[in-house]
């Protein structure tokens, strides 16, 4: 895998920090939704989190494979639907869940399934950001974010010697 020209790297105490703001802005509406759908694998751990925080009890998954090798996205597979119950009113009582929203492919693949659903990313580029309703910060599409699940603890060089090199 070659790196990326910008790098977003996140921790587990940012993303949770960041999982509870997203809950903080859906505060408003959490009697709206009877359940929440996340996208996997990513939209698992902030899906909990504000389960947790707006008191959703009812969580299920979408599973859509779009990155196969991390550097180019491949065709869209949905590898798990929704329940038919949730699917009820085009999601209308339904919050959608993901990290991030790319180039809005997966949310576009969701969005059609529960097109009155709201939907809520951690993290949202340009692409995918008409495709969102709530989201905490946008990033610059040429940046790749490094999810805590997806690093170890390295040491990492001062900027001033080369953020990769």
């Not at 339904?94 to 951690?122: E, N, S, Y």
């Amino acid at each position: 895998m070659s790196l990326p020209e910008k790098a977003f790297p996140v921790t587990w105490d940012q993303f949770h920090r960041d999982a509870r703001a997203l809950a903080w802005r859906l505060s408003a509406h959490k009697d709206q939704w009877k359940a929440i759908v996340c996208i996997t694998r990513g939209g698992l751990v902030p899906a909990a989190v504000i389960a947790r925080e707006l008191g959703i009890r009812v969580l299920e998954t979408v599973c859509v494979a779009s990155y196969h090798d991390y550097k180019d996205q491949g065709e869209m597979q949905v590898l798990k639907e929704i329940s038919p119950a949730l699917r009820e009113n085009e999601g209308a009582d339904v919050l959608i869940v993901d990290d991030l929203t790319d180039t809005g492919k997966t949310a576009a693949v969701v969005r059609a399934m529960l097109p009155k659903a709201h939907f809520a990313a951690m993290y949202a580029k340009p692409m995918g950001r008409p495709l969102v309703d709530t989201f905490v910060t946008e990033v610059s599409q040429d940046t790749w974010i490094f999810f805590p699940w997806d690093m170890g603890f390295t040491f990492q060089k001062p900027i001033a010697e080369g953020q990769f090199g």
